[in-house]
């Protein structure tokens, strides 16, 4: 995975803040949790993948430009 500039991973800390609520479309991993499967935002690394806290336990990261999930927004 390339990593992107301190300026997009910046942009992303704000565009996903912790405890931002999304929901999984596509996960490219094996062991991805199933489509559908909502989780709450814990942070964004310095590579820029997303930290989430997934329902159904599973903590895998989500990859920009790699992985899809829609923002449903933060309770």
Same mark, same amino acid.
């Given at each position: 995975m ?16 912790? +405890?931002?609520?999304? !929901? ?5 991993d ?5 489509? #559908?499967?909502?989780?709450? %935002? ?5 590579? +820029?993948?997303?930290? !989430?806290s ?10 920009? #430009?790699?992985?899809?999930? %829609? ?5």
């Amino acid at each position: 995975m390339k990593r992107l500039c301190a300026e997009k991973i910046n942009a992303l800390r704000k565009s996903y803040p912790v +405890g931002t609520k999304i !929901v999984l479309v596509y996960m490219d991993d094996p062991q991805a949790p199933p489509p #559908g499967t909502e989780g709450r %935002v814990t942070g964004v690394d310095d590579m +820029g993948s997303l930290l !989430v806290s997934w329902e159904n336990g599973s903590g895998l990261h989500l990859l920009l #430009g790699v992985d899809t999930w %829609v923002k449903v927004g933060k309770e």
